[in-house]
């Protein structure tokens, strides 16, 4: 039975059931492994932790006076240099009227959710936040999984038996969520892909969700196509800069309302949810979020050091994983990949692991290495784990300060694995002496590759 704490007494609305975010829950933890004294190499957070450029710094300091509320859609300056940005960068027609600022892309989602549909349409796999943010709102979800076969890309004939499915069960899916490059898994929709999917939603009068928080950290030849571009009347596209600048902390969200007198309602739904619940982003925090969109060449050319910093650090757990025999489909964005160990599941059983979660703790408990499982992220198959590549070796600003100075004094990518990552490199050893501990086990050849950076 639970325990009650009187006088308090808990909502069964949004709460039961509700667990705390996987990927907050994981990096508290962590930090008080390392507060302990304990060596953890942490994996398993999606954070970019390259330093403040110096020109958004002085910016936010500037402005430190600026005290009074602004409007809950964001101040006027700020939405025309997004909408400037969105142009410019994603050759997107944007006029500021569609702009909407918040603290977080996390916020908006949030408060789209709650203005829109009746039922939520959420891939398999998708970031851990999506599904609890429908719970809580109390809304039904219908979940389509996605295969490593396929890139982890929403297969249109599988999207539309999910839905005919819901129809039938007198579910009323209204609004699916698309991330793209996508948390967990890293990969990037083909342009030919986002305009069917569009072509899909327009036909089946959906509201759609696209997250492109991720859309500057692309390292592949896909470029990034907003679904947007095909499907405008019907399209939310959220933003901000915590994945292309390392500005997490300071929430900075962003989402463009659909066009038309639909997405001006929308806005005025989504500032309606503001005003009663945020009031506004910080003002000093909006005034230097002018500079880091207003297309200054210095910001422009970070954004780019950092996108090649990340591609290089996540490419390299790839190629370990690659050359491990361990099933990973390659990322093309983002800082992350999402390995299958399914193959070595009666070794693992062994061992007493039985699913993902039981593998995360058992590589955390074993071999000091913090990962997420893909249940975290609704997985449609076991025995994987999202891995993060943004937080090793740069886990203190003065860590970050260093690797920020060997890059831009060497870009060479072997150079800078092998002589600015220790440990990312001893991750990969530890990695390797999993693998063939497993091989081993299940009676297969165990000789372990070498590793090591040239």
């Not at 302990?36 to 936010?60: C, D, M, Q, T, W």
């Not at 996390?106 to 398999?124: H, N, R, V």
């Not at 891995?387 to 003065?398: F, G, K, L, M, N």
């Not at 060997?406 to 390797?432: C, G, K, L, T």
Request: proline residues 7%; charged residues 25%.
């Amino acid at each position: 039975m639970v325990e009650r704490f009187k006088p308090i007494r808990f909502s069964r609305a949004g709460i039961r059931g509700l667990k705390a975010s996987a990927t907050i829950a994981i990096n508290d933890r962590v930090r008080e492994m390392w507060d302990a004294g304990r060596n953890v190499y942490h994996l398993a957070f999606g954070e970019s932790r390259f330093p403040i450029h110096p020109k958004i710094a002085a910016a936010l300091g500037a402005n430190a006076q600026r005290r009074s509320y602004t409007s809950a859609l964001g101040i006027a300056e700020l939405r025309r240099a997004i909408a400037e940005h969105y142009g410019r960068r994603f050759d997107l027609d944007v006029a500021p009227e569609r702009v909407v600022v918040g603290p977080g892309s996390k916020s908006l989602i949030f408060s789209a959710l709650m203005a829109l549909g009746e039922e939520i349409i959420i891939p398999q796999p998708s970031w851990v936040s999506y599904g609890p943010q429908v719970h809580i709102l109390g809304k039904p979800v219908t979940f389509v999984p996605t295969r490593p076969e396929t890139n982890y890309e929403l297969e249109l004939d599988v999207l539309e038996e999910r839905i005919h499915d819901s129809r039938q069960n007198w579910g009323n899916p209204e609004v699916f969520i698309v991330n793209s490059p996508k948390n967990p898994t890293g990969t990037v929709m083909r342009p030919e892909k986002v305009e069917a999917l569009a072509g899909f939603a327009r036909d089946h009068e959906l509201m759609v969700l696209s997250d492109e928080i991720y859309a500057l950290t692309l390292f592949s030849t896909i470029p990034h196509v907003s679904i947007s571009q095909f499907y405008p009347e019907g399209t939310v596209v959220f933003g901000g800069l915590s994945k292309s600048l390392p500005l997490g902390g300071w929430r900075v969200g962003t989402a463009i309302m659909p066009r038309e007198k639909g997405g001006k309602a929308l806005g005025q739904a989504m500032s309606n949810i503001a005003s009663n619940i945020w009031t506004c982003t910080p003002a000093p925090v909006q005034y230097a979020a002018l500079i880091a969109y207003s297309g200054d060449p210095e910001i422009e050319e970070y954004i780019e050091i950092c996108r090649q910093m990340h591609a290089i650090r996540t490419k390299f757990l790839y190629r370990t994983m690659n050359r491990l025999g361990v099933p990973c489909v390659e990322p093309a964005g983002a800082f992350y990949i999402y390995p299958s160990f399914e193959r070595w599941k009666e070794q693992l059983a062994a061992r007493g692991v039985h699913n993902d979660n039981d593998l995360a703790f058992h590589l955390l408990d074993r071999y000091e290495i913090a990962t997420l499982p893909g249940s975290d992220f609704h997985a449609a198959q076991d025995f994987c784990l999202r891995i993060s590549s943004s937080y090793i070796d740069v886990a203190t600003d003065e860590h970050a300060d260093r690797l920020l100075a060997a890059f831009m004094d060497d870009p060479n990518p072997e150079r800078f694995i092998r002589d600015h990552h220790p440990r990312m490199q001893q991750v990969a050893e530890r990695f390797a002496q999993f693998v063939a501990e497993l091989k081993h086990e299940a009676g297969e050849p165990d000789t372990v590759p070498n590793l090591a950076v040239v």
